[in-house]
């Protein structure tokens, strides 16, 4: 049997991971911020976190925010970066 608190810290573990996937992911969609995401993958707590995403929530992301913008164009609302 497991104990409670060993639940909770893979629990805790989990959506830690979720998290940061999805984070990284959607600021890696900003291009003032490749580089910054790029550095934050070499870091090895990142990377076991990113690891542990079963779920590859970076990879739902993309699907939502393709969705999200696929629906704002059929509006005419170009979601995209807009030129400085």
């Known amino acids: 049997m497991t104990a409670a608190s060993d639940l ?16 990284l992911r ?11 995401v790029a550095s934050e993958l ?19 992301v993309d699907s939502w925010l393709a969705a999200v913008q696929m629906q704002f164009t059929k509006f005419g609302c170009d979601l995209g970066p807009r030129p400085i």
């Open 8 to 23: 909770d810290v893979h629990f805790e573990r989990t959506i830690r991971a979720k998290n940061i996937a999805s984070l």
């Open 26 to 36: 959607i600021v890696a969609s900003l291009p003032s911020e490749t580089h910054w």
């Open 42 to 60: 070499e870091h090895a707590d990142v990377r076991v976190l990113m690891n542990a995403d079963t779920d590859s929530c970076g990879d739902i």
